[in-house]
Nanobody, 112 residues
Framework: VQLVESGGGLVQAGGSLRLSCAAS????????MGWYRQAPGKQRELVAA???????NYVDSVKGRFTISRDNAKNTVLLQMNSLKPEDTAVYYC???????WGQGTQVTVSS
């Protein structure tokens, strides 16, 4: 199983970014997928998850600002991040719950 993230970068507070995770070697359509993040000196936390049926969950701090979605035809999971805040700064990781596999991570930096 391989997960490759893209879409991170530097953005000003209030801006938007869209992260993408391309999966291979997994039965993507049946996998629950998630996005985690880890800020310096903090534990990795689950930001959002989406089941094979499309049900979603979010950590309270991103509700109403972030949207997770999936495209089973492209084996891709997306994280649309709007109204970004400096506290969203972290390395964001894609995670396959079925195979418990991580991507390499993509840096998101939000300047104030």
């Amino acid at each position: 199983v391989q997960l490759v993230e893209s879409g991170g970068g530097l953005v000003q507070a209030g801006g938007s970014l869209r992260l993408s995770c391309a999966a291979s070697g997994t039965i993507f359509s049946s996998a629950t997928m998630g996005w985690y993040r880890q800020a310096p000196g903090k534990q990795r936390e689950l930001v959002a998850a989406i089941t094979s049926g499309g049900s979603t969950n979010y950590v309270d701090s991103v509700k109403g600002r972030f949207t997770i979605s999936r495209d089973n035809a492209k084996n891709t999971v997306l994280l649309q991040m709007n109204s970004l805040k400096p506290e969203d700064t972290a390395v964001y990781y894609c995670f396959d719950f079925s195979f418990r596999t991580w991507g390499q991570g993509t840096q998101v930096t939000v300047s104030s």
